[in-house]
C-alpha cells in the first residue's frame, strides 16, 4: 500500500510485542473503534480488512468457516432448518 508523506507520518509506529489479538478490538491501541470492509474469502477462512478510527492502524481480521448446516425455503416460501 502506498501512502501520502502525510499518511506516512501519522500511521503508527507498531512494535509486534505489544499486538494482541481480540476480535473487534484494534492490536494496537486496543480501541473498539473498527471501520470494517467488505468480507475476503480465501478457501475456507475469511478476513474483513478495516482501518481502526482511533490511530490509523490498518489490517485484516482473519475468521475460520467450517459447514454447519444447510436452510431451504418451501414452495410457500417458509425457511425450514434441515436437521
Same mark, same amino acid.
Request: charge should be negative; aromatic fraction near 12%.
Given at each position: 500500500?502506498?501512502?501520502?508523506?502525510?499518511?506516512?507520518?501519522?500511521? *503508527?509506529?507498531?512494535?509486534?510485542?505489544?499486538?494482541?489479538?481480540?476480535?473487534?478490538?484494534?492490536?494496537?491501541?486496543?480501541?473498539?473503534?473498527?471501520?470494517?470492509?467488505?468480507?475476503?474469502?480465501?478457501?475456507?477462512?475469511?478476513? /474483513? *480488512?478495516?482501518?481502526?478510527?482511533?490511530?490509523?492502524?490498518?489490517?485484516?481480521?482473519?475468521?475460520?468457516?467450517? /459447514?454447519?448446516?444447510?436452510?431451504?425455503?418451501?414452495?410457500?416460501?417458509?425457511?425450514?432448518?434441515?436437521?
Amino acid at each position: 500500500m502506498l501512502y501520502t508523506d502525510e499518511e506516512e507520518r501519522n500511521y *503508527p509506529k507498531i512494535d509486534i510485542k505489544d499486538l494482541k489479538n481480540s476480535m473487534g478490538v484494534c492490536p494496537h491501541c486496543k480501541e473498539q473503534d473498527l471501520e470494517y470492509g467488505s468480507i475476503q474469502l480465501e478457501g475456507e477462512n475469511a478476513y /474483513f *480488512p478495516y482501518k481502526c478510527n482511533n490511530c490509523g492502524l490498518e489490517g485484516e481480521e482473519w475468521y475460520s468457516m467450517e /459447514f454447519i448446516g444447510h436452510n431451504v425455503y418451501d414452495k410457500e416460501g417458509n425457511l425450514i432448518e434441515v436437521e
